[in-house]
């Protein structure tokens, strides 16, 4: 047991920690990194734990997530790149064995893993933010720090996402209210601690952490009712209130508190998430994307569309609409949970999802149950649940394995089960085959993503091309290196064998404008013109302005089997974006 215990210990610390670190957000996936890191930390730890089980404690919610993955696995649509469905479900089911496995320790034990964990992690991440609002990031160009060229100031950590930095940093700020009433720290570290996590967490500019703050003041003050005004509960939810009281005041006077750092010349300009609530709102877009997701739903109530099948079903709705569904980009998910788990697995998949969440988080509200770490891993939950109603951190592996711990720690009943040697075995090389993947992955991934653009050296991107090719036979990444290789196609009517059936899997996955455009022509080539039509026209009707700015992909192509094509954007209102350059110039 000593010895799973401090297995344990070590992972969760890294597991909060180092996949939040990552610097490699690079095309053709940016979260690559994040997930590869993730598995890779959890595959190394799950393995020596095999060696000290003798049984095992399986809770209920688990056997609820168990059936949802085979319903995805085996009762969903199929779809064009089943690779990524296996990959999804891969990683469910890994967080499934780790909430199973580390989380048959104490409690206390775990949770101090973890919030320490997240606060290591945060003040880490404080210091990158730094580094990215200061410009010393973007101006000495700092290696293994994420900064944005475009918004060489924006605030983004190395999570390099506002929102997603909001959720971080939130988690991390209930972890040390977590921490002060466990007086695990020094009373003026934590407080300080306090105070630079939420001052970060204002300029983030998230507007999620407003909800946070209002849904943590309920939450906290709804439990320490409950628990009878419990002591230790009381000096959580008070410290909790003061760093809520901080988050308030550096949301409402940010103005001022950017003058008091400029004074001290450090050059600060952040804004804050109540400037972005009264200019913007909370955006359309979503909006119009939980629209859609409902009439997909509506449209396969039982399975949903498949994992993976939203994209496509949403452009589709764009041009069936017309231009009150039309917001000129791809969305591959509707950043809602519970519309994407209707769309996308129907009502049995959502109430198999939304069933777990119940049973795993509502025990902690009895009697017997409420103490400060139910508290803790209730906004820890709600955090999450509450960020993955406006976006989707589930789908992240990072956010998805700490929440599975979390599910892990509920007080629900649990079944016990021997762990025989067979399971030990099968789940042993079930463990080996991830480590593999994930390894020769992590290697190719440097490659491709140095890949994406062809170098115009014609020996070299011969070379890419082949290597992408015997790549694609991976099919948990057939998508990515077929999406790279649609860069190397030359828009001619060489080769049409080759890229034909690439475009077409990705146009029926995720239709980009690129995809399409590209798609519309090459089907030309092939003499379906009745085809290259549908597919411009599917572009202009979901991305009139990219198309505008692109049009000169096809107005490039030679021959008179693009003249159709040609005279439909003509007809649509889009000209030449070449000829119209050299026209201003004369």
Not at 92 to 106: A, F, H, P, Q
Not at 136 to 156: C, E, G
Not at 160 to 169: E, F, W
Not at 528 to 543: N, T, V
Request: aromatic share 14%; charged share 15%; proline share 3%.
């Amino acid at each position: 047991m000593k010895n799973t215990q401090k297995l344990s210990f070590i992972y969760i610390f890294l597991l909060s920690t180092l996949p939040f670190l990552s610097f490699y957000h690079y095309a053709p996936k940016s979260d690559a990194s994040i997930n590869i890191i993730t598995i890779f930390i959890s595959s190394i730890i799950i393995l020596p734990h095999l060696l000290f089980i003798q049984k095992i404690k399986i809770s209920y919610c688990y056997l609820f997530i168990f059936i949802f993955i085979a319903i995805a696995l085996i009762c969903t649509k199929t779809v064009e790149y089943p690779g990524d469905r296996i990959a999804g479900v891969t990683a469910l089911l890994l967080s499934c064995l780790v909430g199973i496995l580390i989380t048959d320790n104490k409690k206390d034990y775990i949770l101090s893993a973890l919030a320490f964990g997240l606060l290591v992690g945060a003040l880490l991440q404080c210091v990158i933010g730094y580094l990215q609002i200061s410009g010393i990031a973007s101006a000495h160009h700092l290696p293994f720090i994420v900064y944005n060229p475009s918004d060489q100031t924006a605030l983004m950590g190395n999570i390099g996402q506002r929102n997603n930095l909001g959720n971080y940093l939130s988690l991390a700020f209930v972890s040390l209210c977590w921490i002060f009433a466990h007086s695990k720290l020094p009373k003026l570290l934590s407080y300080i601690f306090l105070a630079f996590i939420c001052l970060f967490l204002s300029w983030t500019a998230s507007r999620t952490v407003i909800i946070y703050s209002l849904g943590l003041m309920i939450l906290s003050w709804v439990y320490y009712i409950l628990s009878g005004r419990e002591k230790n509960i009381g000096r959580m939810v008070s410290f909790m209130a003061l760093g809520v009281l901080l988050i308030a005041f550096f949301q409402s006077y940010n103005d001022l508190v950017n003058s008091f750092f400029q004074t001290l010349g450090i050059p600060i300009n952040q804004g804050s998430g109540v400037e972005r609530f009264t200019s913007s709102g909370f955006g359309t877009r979503r909006i119009i994307e939980w629209q859609k997701a409902w009439h997909i739903f509506t449209e396969n109530p039982w399975f949903g569309v498949g994992y993976g099948g939203y994209a496509a079903q949403s452009v589709a709705l764009e041009a069936e609409y017309g231009k009150e569904w039309v917001i000129n980009a791809l969305f591959v998910h509707c950043h809602n949970f519970v519309l994407q788990l209707l769309a996308e697995f129907g009502l049995i998949g959502a109430f198999l999802s939304l069933a777990t969440i119940l049973l795993a988080f509502f025990p902690w509200f009895k009697r017997e149950n409420i103490n400060t770490n139910g508290l803790l891993i209730l906004s820890m939950s709600m955090v999450i649940l509450v960020h993955s109603q406006l976006e989707y951190p589930l789908w992240y592996a990072s956010f998805l394995f700490i929440f599975s711990i979390l599910i892990g720690l509920s007080p629900t009943s649990k079944i016990t089960i021997n762990f025989r040697p067979a399971y030990r075995y099968i789940i042993s090389a079930f463990i080996i085959v991830i480590l593999w993947q994930t390894t020769t992955s992590a290697i190719s991934y440097m490659d491709w993503a140095r890949w994406v653009q062809p170098s115009g050296i014609a020996k070299e991107d011969k070379h890419r091309i082949n290597e992408l090719l015997e790549d694609s036979l991976n099919p948990l990444w057939s998508y990515e290196t077929h999406l790279i290789l649609t860069n190397y196609f030359s828009m001619t009517n060489e080769q049409v064998d080759l890229k034909l059936p690439i475009l077409e899997r990705q146009a029926a996955y995720r239709p980009f404008a690129e995809t399409l455009v590209k798609l519309a022509i090459i089907r030309a080539y092939n003499n379906d013109l009745p085809g290259a039509l549908d597919a411009l026209q599917l572009a202009i009707d979901s991305y009139p302005k990219t198309v505008s700015n692109i049009s000169f992909v096809i107005y490039a192509a030679e021959g008179t089997e693009i003249d159709l094509l040609k005279e439909k954007l003509k007809t649509a209102g889009i000209e030449n974006p070449i000829r119209k350059i050299k026209t201003t110039d004369r």
